[in-house]
């Protein structure tokens, strides 16, 4: 069965670092998002991309943030300068015409 | 917009026992609704969802969950869970009027531990 998969599982960076995490969506799938949970949280819808482009974002997703589909496989998520608060578990989704399918996710730790 | 209230943080029960995770919701507008199930140390899965239709729907491993519009909920259910049941239960809703973006908003999660 084709899942989502993400890269790497569990990432720890210092604060004002640069972090890239890395998502491979369903080949035949067309749209893609980016959720986060912060423990003890609620899952957060971050943004969403469609035809190369962002459809939706969210507040939460500033300039700091931003998305990219460099080589129309990998689905990828940037943080240019990562804050304490940025840690996180990242969930990265992929949709064709039906539902959601997630990947397992990204443990951001910024330390 | 919409949001999610998930009743429950954590249900404890027992093996073979009946469940109930209690979910509801606000929205301006019509939607969707879906549980999803997270295992320890795994990704976000789909157990059911709700369209259109029937309300009362199936999922996969013997859960069910009826949509009731007049009192916006969305409760999942099981006759007889199992140790392997144990999982954190999301329950989230979509604007049906979206579009096909359809960005997900989420409950807080319902942890479920089934003791034998």
């Known amino acids: 069965e084709p899942e989502v998969t993400q890269t790497p599982s569990h990432q720890v960076t210092q604060m004002g670092q640069e972090v890239i995490l890395r998502c491979v969506p369903i080949?035949?799938?067309?749209?893609f998002y980016w959720y986060r949970q912060i423990l003890g949280q609620k899952v957060e819808f971050l943004v969403s991309?469609?035809?190369?482009?962002?459809?939706?974002k969210s507040e939460i997703f500033d300039d700091q943030f931003s998305v990219e589909r460099p080589d129309g496989s990998n689905f990828t998520l940037k943080i240019r300068s990562t804050k304490l608060e940025d840690s996180a578990m990242y969930f990265c989704?992929?949709?064709?015409?039906?539902?959601?399918?997630f990947g397992p996710g990204t443990r951001l730790t910024v330390t | 917009a919409q949001s999610v209230t998930q009743l429950d943080s954590q249900v404890p029960v027992f093996e073979e026992a009946p469940v109930e995770l209690r979910c509801n919701y606000s929205?301006?507008?019509?939607?969707?609704l879906f549980w999803y199930v997270q295992y320890p140390n795994q990704g976000l899965q789909l157990l059911l969802k709700?369209?259109?239709?029937s309300t009362l729907v199936k999922g996969i491993n013997g859960f069910e969950a009826e949509f009731n519009k007049s009192q916006t909920s969305f409760h999942l259910r099981k006759p007889s869970v199992h140790i392997s049941d144990t999982a954190e239960y999301f329950c989230?809703?979509?604007?049906?009027?979206?579009?096909?973006?359809?960005?997900?908003?989420w409950g807080l999660g319902t942890s479920l531990a089934v003791n034998p």
């Open positions: 080949s035949n799938h067309l749209y």
């Open positions: 989704a992929s949709k064709g015409q039906g539902e959601q399918y």
């Open positions: 709700y369209l259109s239709g």
């Open positions: 929205s301006s507008v019509s939607v969707y």
């Open positions: 991309f469609y035809n190369n482009e962002i459809s939706e």
């Open positions: 989230a809703v979509s604007g049906s009027n979206a579009g096909n973006n359809r960005k997900l908003i």
